[in-house]
């Protein structure tokens, strides 16, 4: 086979993703709903095995891949390319707490979140060569086999427009959430190209 198959995971919810607080490069702990999503993707991974897990750098993504490591006796790879984007001003905060401080940076925001990122942000563009590039990267390394990966909301979003061909300007309004420890499944090509055949499926929803 000159392809892989790769299982993309959200990390389980930490404490500000339940408050809808951004959490880029911010390192914060899973909450007890966190852990439990987290168990459930271990789980899945005993029912539907794969040949290696690749994570984020981050400690949510890292705990969040725990589970299915221990079910099938893997160690993770961490993939700096895989972190998820810094938010600039807006880490720790809510889109409608910026907005109140600044009405028109976060409407310029709403309209297009890759030409008007938040202040000192990182550049969504920048962002979306990395992940592409890291996903490239595990997809050539393990070609004709299966791969779990637990990264980031933003990171995997605009990665799969980048991926999908399309336009990085509507990865809000096409993907509006990937849900956390839910699975999308990609198969990417050793050329780079790649076809999306699920979507934000619950873990649980794949378990007998």
């Known amino acids: ?67 299915a490591c221990r079910a099938l006796g893997l160690t993770s790879h961490p993939e700096p390319g895989l972190r998820e984007c810094d938010f600039g001003v807006v880490e720790g905060r809510t889109l409608a707490e910026f907005a109140t401080e600044n009405p028109t940076a976060a409407e310029a925001f709403r309209t297009d979140p890759v030409a008007h990122p938040f202040p000192g942000a990182e550049d969504p563009k920048e962002a979306a060569d990395r992940g592409t590039e890291a996903l490239r990267r595990i997809a050539r390394a393990h070609i004709g086999e299966r791969v779990l990966v637990v990264a980031h909301n933003t990171l995997l979003r605009l990665v799969l427009c980048e991926l999908l061909s399309i336009p990085l300007a509507e990865y809000r309004r096409v993907l509006p959430r990937l849900r956390n420890a839910a699975i999308t499944e990609l198969r990417v090509t050793a050329a780079g190209s790649a076809a999306l055949l699920s979507l934000n499926v619950p873990c649980d929803l794949h378990l007998p």
């Open 1 to 67: 086979m000159s392809s892989t198959t790769l299982l993309l995971a959200r990390h389980g919810q930490t404490v500000w993703h339940a408050e809808n607080r951004y959490a880029g490069v911010s390192d914060i702990a899973l909450t007890d709903e966190g852990r439990a999503q987290a168990e459930a993707l271990g789980r899945w991974a005993a029912a539907h095995p794969v040949d290696a897990i690749w994570t984020s750098t981050v400690s949510r993504a890292i705990a969040t891949a725990a589970p």
